[in-house]
T-cell receptor, first 115, second 115 residues
Framework: DQQVKQNSPSLSVQEGRISILNCDYT??????FLWYKKYPAEGPTFLIS?????DKNEDGRFTVFLNKSAKHLSLHIVPSQPGDSAVYFC??????????????FGKGTHLIIQP | GAGVSQSPSNKVTEKGKDVELRCDPI?????LYWYRQSLGQGLEFLIY????????KSGLPSDRFSAERTGGSVSTLTIQRTQQEDSAVYLC?????????????FGQGTRLTVV
């Protein structure tokens, strides 16, 4: 049973436009959410996070929105740049399946920024 | 080094052989995690070490998998009698305290191929 779902395996966005990556979760015990970015042959790198007591967190071009009632979060990247092309993983903490303090990950969305 | 280091970066082994994967976490990080990513899948939690506490082994898929962490630093993941379904990228991560609000930093991973 997948507790963190990223239903879009890939997303193509034109350079300069907004990229919106979506993530849904099923476990209401999750109380902290993170986005990781992964380039080929590298480990994931932390991008941005949000606590369940907030509904928005912004860091430069990256904004994460959390809708607890819908169990949905999204990552907005604006404007999108070629270097943003990567696989983006949504992760959650506080539920089961990730180990104590561990992370439960989605399957990732491959973002492709078109020039 | 400044980041999480994993070795080897690539490993090809014959079915039935044992393999050892090594992880050097960031100095001073008390929490260490092992994850694996199979083709087309998200990151799957395997095991979690926090300080001197007993590890959380709830994610290990079978008794062929084991892990140790010596002196609260370096960790070794051992897979005995490897099977083809063990082929994946094995990722190690560490975090400073392992608490809910601290992000984990990942190594570049070890790509294991069982032939």
């Amino acid at each position: 049973d997948q507790q963190v779902k990223q239903n879009s395996p890939s997303l193509s966005v034109q350079e300069g436009r907004i990229s919106i990556l979506n993530c849904d979760y099923t476990n209401s015990m999750f109380d902290y959410f993170l986005w990781y970015k992964k380039y080929p042959a590298e480990g994931p790198t932390f991008l941005i996070s949000i606590s369940s007591i907030k509904d928005k967190n912004e860091d430069g071009r990256f904004t994460v929105f959390l809708n607890k009632s819908a169990k949905h979060l999204s990552l907005h990247i604006v404007p999108s740049q070629p270097g943003d092309s990567a696989v983006y993983f949504c992760a959650a903490k506080g539920g089961s399946g990730g180990g104590a303090d561990g992370l439960t990950f989605g399957k990732g969305t491959h973002l492709i920024i078109q020039p | 080094g400044a980041g999480v280091s994993q070795s080897p970066s690539n490993k090809v082994t014959e079915k039935g052989k044992d393999v050892e994967l090594r992880c050097d976490p960031i100095s001073g990080h008390t929490a260490l995690y092992w994850y694996r990513q199979s083709l087309g899948q998200g990151l799957e939690f395997l095991i979690y070490f926090q300080g001197n506490s007993a590890p959380d082994k709830s994610g290990l898929p079978s008794d062929r998998f084991s892990a140790e962490r010596t002196g609260g630093s370096v960790s070794t993941l051992t897979i005995q009698r490897t099977q083809q379904e063990d082929s994946a990228v094995y990722l190690c991560a560490s975090s400073q305290y392992g608490g809910l609000s601290t992000e984990a930093f990942f190594g570049q991973g070890t790509r294991l191929t069982v032939v």
